[in-house]
């Protein structure tokens, strides 16, 4: 079992940066992608970015330019860096975390709330 912890949300204003962590620990060996997404209310979740255990990355085509992603390896860790933040990144951000023997799902955190005032 993995648990997943996501923090480092809250409000800014729009140009603004946060940053967010995801800390999995538990049976959080051979972790292989980490993942954010975020979800609004009504609408599906949206991948916005995901890391692979060898640092290959990719990203949502809405946050390419301003949100990096990064990992700490050895420390489980995930981060996403935000930056230019628009009113229309509010949302509610998930951490996943996929393992090898895990579920097909991937673990998920609680969320984490960043709201983007204009």
């Known amino acids: 079992q993995v648990q997943v912890a996501e923090s480092g949300g809250g409000l800014v204003q729009a140009g603004g940066s946060l940053r967010l962590s995801c800390a999995a620990s538990g049976s959080a060996s051979r972790i292989n992608v980490m993942r954010w997404y975020r979800q609004v209310p009504g609408k599906q979740r949206e991948l916005v970015a995901g890391i692979t255990s060898a640092g290959s990355t990719d990203y949502v085509d809405s946050v390419k330019g301003r949100f990096t992603i990064s990992r700490e390896n050895a420390k489980n860790t995930v981060y996403l860096l935000m930056n230019s933040l628009k009113p229309e990144d509010t949302a509610v951000y998930y951490c996943?975390?996929?393992?090898?023997?895990?579920?097909?799902?991937?673990?998920w955190g609680q969320g984490t709330q960043v709201t983007v005032s204009s």
């Open positions: 996943n975390v996929w393992t090898q023997l895990g579920p097909q799902s991937g673990y």
